[in-house]
Each structure stands twice: as C-alpha cells, then as structure tokens.
C-alpha cells in the first residue's frame, strides 16, 4: 500500500490551500483533534515523514525537509474560549494572526503577536517562536503562552501549562514547543495572555535610537530602519504626550509599523540589546533591514553574499548571538551553508527529547540545528 | 571509599555536613515535610557540584539541590535519603551588565541582594518573593517564583536569559544567553519549574529590569470580601494591569497591624494594596481608574501613600505577614492555588466555606490581580489529627480551584505537597509526557526523585519500537 492510499480516508485540503504547499501533492487537513491523532498514528507506522504547515509564513527557516506528508492545520480554526475579563484567550492553532488580532481589537485586547503576522498562524508563530515588535513592552510571545495542546509523532495528545496566567504545575511543555518548529508534535490549541490595547498610540520619529531607550521607561517599540529610527509609545492620552515631547520628535497617530525586510535573502540577526547599533553597521550597504533596540533582533535582507553572511554570523556568534536564515529565493543557499549557524550544546539531549515527543522522527526531520 | 570519604575528599571537612543536628535542620523546608538526609554538601563552584553528582552516582543516591529551604511545598525535603547539595555558597555576582540589562549570578546570592546589587544602575530583578531577604536565585529558578510584581513583570521565568545546569551525568549544560531566541529547543523554560529534578543550576544569566521612574501605592478598604475581589476582577476588566494587586483579609490586616502600627484598617473586612508604576502622567491616570473602579464597588476609603517612607510600610506590612500570624496559632499552612481572575468573588466564598467545614481559621493574603489565592489556615500541631484535618482541607481547596479552571500551584511549586493531585489537571497521557521529559534529562531518577510526578505517571508505551538510531 501506498503511503497515500494508507491516507486516503482522511480530509484533504481543499485545492486552494493545496496550492501554496509546494514541498508534497499529500496535503491533509484534519478537522480535530481525534483526526490529527489519527494521522499521526498512522504516519508513525509507515515512518512517513511529516511537515506541518499553517500559514506557510515561517517555513523558510531551517534545515529543508521532504515531507512524504504535509498536515496543514487550516481546518483547526475554532475559537475555543476567549475571556476578554480575564485577558486570556484559548484559539487552535490554524487560525490566523489577524482573525484573532482583528477580534481582540473590538473589545481593546491585543495577543501582541506579529505586526505583520496576517496570514501566519498561530501555531506556526508559536512554532517558530516568532515575536512581534512589541516586544520590547510586552515580552517575546513564549513569555505570553499560557497553555498548550499538542499531538505528539506518535498520536498522543498532550496538554501542558494552564488557563491562568500565573502558573508552575509540572514542566511546562507549552515553553518547550514554542520554538519547536513542528519537531515535538502539532500544536492543536494555545492559550495567550492578553494586554489591554492603550488608549493613545503613537510613533514618534527621533534622531537617536539609544537616547530614546534611555530617556523612557518602557516605550512599546524604538525600530530603526535605513529611513531613520521611529519610538511607538501608548498609554494614556497625557502620558503618550510627555513622552513624546521628552524624546523630542515628531509624532504622528497611531502605530506606522515597517514591513518587514524583503529581498533574496532574509535572516534573523540576534545579539545582546547593547550591540543593535554596532550590528546595522555590520550589514552589507545594500541591504535593507528592521531593527529592534533594546531586544536586541534585527530582521535585515538582501542579495547573497557568502563571504559578508559569514563575516556578520562569525561577529554574531562571538557576541552569544546567531545569523538565522529565514527565507532564501535560491535553495542552494541552504545547501551552501547551515540556515542556522553553528548547533548550541547539548545537542544529545535535544535530540532525545524530540525522541520523547517524536519516537519514529517523523515530524520534520533533520529541520531543527544539528539536523543535517 | 564510603560517600561521606570521597565527599570530605572533594569539599574538606568543613563543607561535608552529617552531624545529627545538621541532618535535622536540612531535614525539612519552610512546609510541613520532613525527610531523611544522608549526608549534606556545600559546594562552591561549578567542577565541585560537578563531582558531586557524580559522586553521587557512583554510590548510587539520590541529589537533592536545596537553596536557602523557603520553599513551602516540600521540594527540598529528601524523600528517599541522599546528598543535599546546598548551593547557597555559590552566592558570587559575576557580572551585572547595565547595557544588556542583565546579570551572571550564582544559584546561591539572595534574591533582594541582586536587587540591591543593581540598584547602582537603576535595575533591579522583578520577581519578589514574600521571602526575597532570604530566598534564593536558584530556588526563584526552580520553583519559577512569583511575588506581587509579577502582576506586570511575570514570573521567573520571563527573567532568565539562560541557565548553566550540571546534568545527572555530571556534564554542564549552558543554554541561552543575552541575545534573544537561542537557536534549538528553548531548554530554559524547562528547566525554570522543574524544582531540581532536572539537574542542579550552577549560574543564571537573569533579566533585569529597570526602575520605574514614578508610583503610586494605594490602600483601599472594604467592608466585604466580594467588594474587594470584584474591584480586582474590575481592574483588569477595565483594561488596566498594575505593578500589583495584593489583597488582604481581616483576620490578617489584624495580625499584620498587631505588630507593624501601620494604621491598617482592622474594621475592614478586606483591603487591598494597589500599585502603578511608570511615569507620572501614567500613574496618575491609572490611579485614578483604580479609585473610579474601587468607589464602584463600594470601597470605604482610599488612601494613596504620601511618600516612599508610608509605601515602604505598606510594603512591610504585605510581605511580612507571614511571620504576623504567628501570634495567631502555633502553626499555619500555607497554600498556593489559581484561579481565573474572573473567579475570584465565588472561590473566596468557597474558600471561607471549607474552612469553616474543617474547623480551620482561614486567613487570606494574596496576588489577586494573578488570581493567585494564599489562604493560610491556622492549627496546632501538637493537637492529634490537626494536621490531618489541615491537609483533607487543602485537597479540597485544590479540587475547588482546579474546578473554578485554576491549577495546582501558582509560583510555590509541586514538590511532594501536590504531586499528587497533579491527576486533577493533567491526563495520565499528559503525565506520562512529562515523565518521559524528566527521563530524558534524568534516566536514573537521580535528581530530587519523587518530586512532582505521582508515581506510575511514566505508564504508557505504546509499543511501537524504534530501530536503532531511526532518530538520531
């Protein structure tokens, strides 16, 4: 029997969805999490390699895998609970960032997930671990999952964290998958922490990012970009105000938020806060790029240039830092150099508790660092 | 070469405890539990707690990392023997970064000397334990400590940036660091929590986080606990998290005012301590919804402390109230539930409920802005079947948090209190998960075993064998 014979008693993905997965013709969408179970299960036996795929946003990163199977999680795109009162949301994990972010709006909420999220799913930013660039105010979005609910390679379905937003009973599971990259298992549902939407916002253009960092207590955003640098401040009509006038900059309503980089290539630059500046410096001239002040990320994008890439990633590592590679035009940039830079220790253990998760090694094999 | 010879041998005779008295004192946390110690060792660098474990291996018994024993869920207490590795020596502050804001710290430096060791740079670390004087960052570390500022700043675990961990092999794990997102699976957050059954900290790269430039502390009265609890629920309804929530009954505004001349309000049935923190202008607007809030739902009087002096003392008064009550009764328990927020008014009504049902003097303070609940029940231990008493009625105040959508423990931990209870909120395919997690990093159950997981948790196999290195 075929391995899509041994599927073909479970949902497809419609057409149009089928045709922005590239990597298999066997597209499958279950609709919850029994089918999902069942998947798995069966992937498991015929030691089918499987790909998860939400909104095909963040499936540049990593190592290249050749799925026999791709399980996209378009079908698991319910609502499960939302608690504006208690400022906590349960959502699965096909639906998009702005559904959810769109709903939030109307009552004042906000999951702080990525500005220019849109057709990203939620599991998939939380597989990826994906922040917004709110981050500086409202942490990275591993800091604001509360929950989790994932199948495991081999069908079982494990919950961990809780609906609260305080919480230490047992590990907490929902950490580990945030950055998983579809390799413990597929992420059925989340819960978020939510944050009140401020009442004013604001982006103010100022002259020098660090002085911004200095002068405020804790502003939402300083983003720099090659057309100068923007502060996003929110708060209370008064206090947007002052702080405004304290950076000394022009500010203009609401939040401008850049797009982010495009080019032949684009990557992820992380370096202690402290090194923002130095790290813009460090691009090749012609790239274009958005960084982050005071987190210390830099998303940047350009032509690939092998000698310059390993140049920025050598200083990068040095610093306790890393050059990942999000997305490349040209696939042999992935065979021409690791997408994530050089492995982090402990690799061993890494790989056997994917093997707790993932016992035959079916979900994305090889894609996570050291894979190859 | 017996375990007490090579541990002399390692450490001196001055850092190898195992007289009787030692024995007893390292017998037991701040909870109830007490357990049998072998043998207990000081170490003060990375290579030593190294050779300790593998010491330990070497005689085959259990590890048990223990920081300054203010844990109340008994994750210190050695429940099978063992070594005690007592970390708070490791106490060095390697580096404070005031440009990454962040700090290299031993497991051993207390958690308020961090706070006071920032200072200088305006940075202080967020999470703040009742027990911050004494408590420390290695024990933040594996309990994920809370404290009322966690309402805005999370727990420990939003405050680590990475983790060098000494493994049941002996090897140094060090993941994370200052830059954001470390490439591979985020091992940090599972080893935050895991209360030392995971392997033993050694140093920790955690976040500080800068001084709020303005504040405002107010103290509101109420003259019913359901007052209180929906101006807490209303507050974060009304789109507003303060640095802090804190409420107080009035069994414990009168053991705290006892003693602290404050000027708390003993008449009042509940108050709560309310803090915003940023700029004026901000905390002046918040404050002002906090009052517009609280007036809604009948508060007494408000008062906005007048200086830092008055806020200290308020201050004083909330973490101090645990030592207060002891002229309340010989012994309290102290417990540590969730809740939803949106559940406050009917859990605390329940809350007062069981403990009438046990015979039990509840006492109440708590971070309800987390919806987190401490409810201290008073007894005398020497009374027979007190304690027992004490404990039926915990369990019973677990299943009613578990039941209102809350969990087992917000920021004290499992240890062996509530491990097991943990089938209240997990499944045994959920629990089974975490224990093949802890097999994982710990294949023969070495580090404080019999923590957290009721036993039988690692029960299905699903009998699928794996070829040989199919994973690797």
């Known amino acids: ?372 | 070469m017996t375990l007490q010879t090579d541990l002399v041998g390692l450490l001196g005779p001055e850092r190898v405890l195992s007289s009787d008295l030692d024995r007893f004192l390292y017998g037991k946390d701040a909870g109830v539990y007490r357990g049998e110690v072998t043998v207990v060792a000081l170490p003060e660098t990375t290579d030593e707690v190294q050779e300790i474990v593998r010491i330990a291996a070497r005689h085959d018994v259990p590890v048990i990392p223990r920081g300054a024993g203010t844990g109340l869920a008994g994750g210190a207490v050695p429940l099978g023997g063992g070594v005690i590795v007592a970390t708070t020596r490791m106490n060095q502050i390697f580096e404070i970064d005031a440009a990454n804001r962040c700090a290299w710290v031993g497991p051993g430096v207390i958690n308020l000397d961090l706070s006071r060791a920032a200072a200088p740079y305006g940075l202080h670390f967020a999470p703040d334990p009742s027990s911050q004087s004494a408590c420390t960052i290695g024990g933040n570390v594996a309990n994920n400590s809370g404290g009322p500022h966690c309402l805005a700043e999370g727990s420990t675990v939003n405050h680590v940036l990475g983790l060098e961990v000494v493994l049941a092999d002996g090897e140094v794990l060090v993941t994370g660091g200052k830059a954001p997102d470390p490439v591979g699976l985020d091992l940090r957050g599972i080893i935050v929590g895991s209360e030392g059954t995971l392997g033993i900290v050694t140093k920790a790269l955690v976040r500080l986080t800068p001084n709020p430039p303005d504040v405002r502390t107010l103290l509101i009265t109420f003259d019913s606990v359901e007052d209180a609890a929906a101006t807490v629920s209303g507050i974060i309804a009304a789109g507003l998290v303060p640095a802090a929530l804190e409420m107080m009954d009035q069994r414990m505004t009168e053991a705290v005012e006892n003693w602290l001349h404050a000027g708390l309000p003993t008449d009042a049935a509940a108050i709560l301590l309310a803090e915003v923190t940023g700029d004026t202008p901000a905390v002046e607007a918040e404050a002002d919804v906090i009052r517009q809030v609280a007036r809604g739902h009948r508060a007494r009087e408000i008062r906005v402390a007048r200086d830092e002096a008055e806020r200290t003392l308020l201050w004083k008064g909330r973490k101090s109230a645990f030592g207060a009550v002891a002229q309340a009764a010989p012994d309290y328990y102290l417990h540590d539930t969730v809740v939803p927020r949106t559940k406050l008014v009917e859990t605390m009504r329940e809350v007062y409920e069981i403990g009438e049902r046990y015979g039990l003097t509840m006492m109440n303070v708590f971070h309800a802005g987390d919806g987190n609940l401490h409810p201290l029940m008073m007894f005398d231990a020497s009374e027979p079947g007190a304690l027992d008493r004490v404990h039926a009625a915990a369990d019973e105040l677990v299943e009613l948090c578990v039941r209102n959508g809350g969990v087992l423990s917000g920021e004290h931990g499992i240890g062996k209190e509530k491990r097991d209870l943990m089938h209240l909120m997990f499944t045994p395919v959920d629990l089974d998960a975490q224990a093949r997690l802890k097999e994982v990093f710990d294949p023969d159950g070495r580090f404080n075993p019999e923590k957290i997981l009721p036993a039988g948790s690692r029960c299905f196999d699903f009998g699928r064998p794996v070829p040989e290195g199919a994973w690797i």
């Open chain 1, 1 to 372: 029997m075929s391995i899509a014979d041994a599927f073909a008693s479970f949902p497809r993905a419609p057409g149009e969805l089928a045709a922005v997965v590239p990597p298999t013709e066997l597209v499958l969408a279950p609709g919850d999490v029994e089918e999902t179970a069942a998947i798995l299960e069966t992937a498991s036996d015929l030691r089918a390699r499987v790909l998860v795929w939400g909104g095909g946003t963040h499936q540049g990163i990593g190592h290249r895998v050749e799925p026999d199977v791709v399980i996209s999680t378009a079908a698991l795109d319910r609502i499960v609970a939302w608690e504006p009162d208690d400022l906590t949301l349960v959502v699965e994990g096909g639906v998009t960032v702005a559904a959810v972010e769109a709903m939030l709006a109307e009552r004042g909420q906000t999951a702080a997930l990525p500005e220019w999220g849109g057709p990203a799913t939620v599991g998939g930013v939380v597989a990826a671990a994906i922040s917004g660039y709110r981050r500086h105010r409202y942490g990275p979005t591993r800091d604001r999952l509360l929950e989790a609910t994932i199948v495991t390679g081999d069908g079982r379905v494990v919950r961990g964290g809780g609906r609260v937003v305080k919480n230490v009973t047992g590990y907490d599971i929902p950490r580990l998958v945030a950055g998983s990259f579809g390799s413990l298992g597929v992420i059925v549902s989340v819960c978020f922490k939510l944050w009140p939407l401020a009442e004013r916002r604001a982006t103010v253009t100022v002259d020098d990012a660090e002085r911004a960092l200095q002068t405020l207590f804790r502003p939402v955003a300083v983003l720099e970009t090659r057309d100068g640098v923007s502060v996003y401040l929110a708060g209370t009509e008064a206090e947007v105000q002052s702080e405004a006038e304290r950076v000394d900059g022009v500010a203009t309503e609401g939040f401008a938020w850049p797009d982010p980089p495009q080019g032949e290539t684009v990557w992820s630059l992380r370096v202690p806060p402290a090194l923002v500046s130095e790290g813009i410096g460090r691009l090749p001239a012609d790239w274009v790029f958005v960084a982050e002040h005071g987190v210390g990320h830099l998303r940047c994008a350009g032509r690939f240039d092998a000698a310059a890439v390993a140049e920025l990633r050598g200083w990068a590592e040095e610093a306790g830092g890393a050059l990942v590679l999000e997305h490349a035009e040209d696939q042999s940039v992935y065979e021409r150099l690791d997408p994530w830079g050089t492995p982090p220790s402990g690799m061993a253990l890494q790989r056997r508790l994917m093997a707790a998760f993932d016992p035959a090694h079916i979900l994305a094999p090889g894609r996570l660092p050291g894979g190859r």
